[in-house]
């Protein structure tokens, strides 16, 4: 898809043209970002129930019964605003996604109703890149509202717990959210090595499938002329470059993959050394201490996993590139145009000497 939109010298579309064409389904939108501020904000609050267990097991045994059954009932609760939150905001921006695909179709099918016969001479234009549009682009596009459930989810998580960690201690807030961006950063280079691989195996694979695929067609003449032998060196031939490129990537990808799953142990292990500082010194109770780590150590798991969705958002970016290309790809004779001059054409038909005659079969 990268390749197509540099062939095409197509101008990549940015998300906020996506937005400006789905108007229309902006109450979706805005239901949906209300559902995702719902399930954002559970996740600081479970930190802070979460935390609390820890002090109530250290109570005598006639409160611990009663504050167990209060803070067990405050788990049911978040349970039913995490359910509710998620319910509305998939179906909400679900709905405005698949909105957004129909109008896409629509608006490109009509737009190639307008087009003479020449524009189906390009290559560029042919019935199976066309189909493709239709079929596969118009659905990418709507990962631009899918994924934006996450994305605005994190964020909410992400302010929720930095207001968690300040009001119960902020000198360990202020260390614990340094590593926050180191998280972030790890897992989109980890994205990146693996997109990176992707667009680097399809490049240097390429000469190989040309081999494979002209054996292929040819098998008759190859077997005809005993010439599996050959195409097999040439074929392992051009595998030799793509296999000595990946053992190379391989050391880097592993130690870029290494560090994101290691770096929130890191993490664990800094906030309690750097508690049990301050809890020595009496600047923080052990309470206060699991508040903020608990709020910011699954703010930054829940962060972590925006890195993921990247490629889902190049994809769905560089796919509403080549719609609104097409959309907007103006026709060399606009039948559907209102400007210009209109002639007030009036004409008669008149049908003279014609006949009509029908074929009988023979029998």
Not at 256 to 277: C, D, E, N, P, R
Not at 311 to 319: E, I, M, N, T
Request: net charge positive; hydrophobic share 50%; glycine share 6%.
């Amino acid at each position: 898809m990268q390749l197509e939109v540099e062939e095409s010298e197509i101008k990549p579309s940015s998300i906020a043209k996506v937005f400006q064409f789905n108007k229309g389904n902006w109450s979706f939108a805005f239901l949906g970002l209300f559902g995702c501020t719902i399930s954002g904000l559970v996740v600081p609050f479970f930190a802070l129930v979460y935390a609390q267990i820890f002090a109530v097991f250290s109570e005598p045994p006639e409160k611990l019964e009663r504050d167990s059954l209060f803070w067990s009932v405050m788990f049911i609760v978040l349970g039913f605003f995490a359910a509710l939150g998620f319910f509305i905001s998939a179906n909400m921006l679900g709905r405005s996604g698949e909105a957004l695909t129909k109008k896409l179709r629509l608006e490109s099918f009509r737009n190639l109703l307008r087009q003479d016969i020449g524009f189906y001479d390009d290559e560029r234009h042919n019935t199976g890149k066309l189909c493709t549009r239709f079929a596969t682009d118009a659905p990418n596009v709507r990962y631009v509202f899918t994924r934006l459930m996450v994305v605005i989810s994190s964020i909410v998580t992400l302010i929720g717990a930095i207001a968690i960690g300040f009001l119960n201690g902020w000198k360990l807030a202020i260390i614990l959210l340094i590593i926050i961006p180191l998280i972030i950063a790890s897992g989109y280079f980890e994205m990146q090595q693996q997109f990176g691989k992707k667009m680097r195996d399809t490049k240097l694979l390429e000469d190989a499938g040309k081999v494979a695929s002209e054996a292929v067609e040819n098998i008759r003449t190859v077997q005809g002329l005993n010439k599996q032998l050959v195409f097999h060196q040439k074929y392992c031939e051009q595998l030799v470059n793509p296999y000595l490129s990946n053992i190379k990537q391989v050391h880097v990808y592993g130690a870029v993959f290494a560090f994101s799953q290691s770096l929130i142990f890191f993490m664990y292990a800094l906030a309690f050394w750097i508690g049990s500082i301050f809890v020595l010194d009496g600047s923080m109770t052990p309470t206060a201490v699991f508040r903020v780590f608990f709020a910011i150590a699954f703010c930054g798991q829940s962060v972590g996993q925006i890195s993921s969705f990247i490629p889902d958002v190049v994809k769905a970016r560089l796919a509403a590139s080549l719609l609104f290309h097409l959309i907007e790809y103006p026709p060399q004779i606009d039948s559907l145009s209102e400007f210009g001059v209109r002639q007030n054409v009036k004409g008669h038909i008149q049908l003279r000497n014609v006949n009509f005659f029908t074929l009988l079969a023979l029998a």
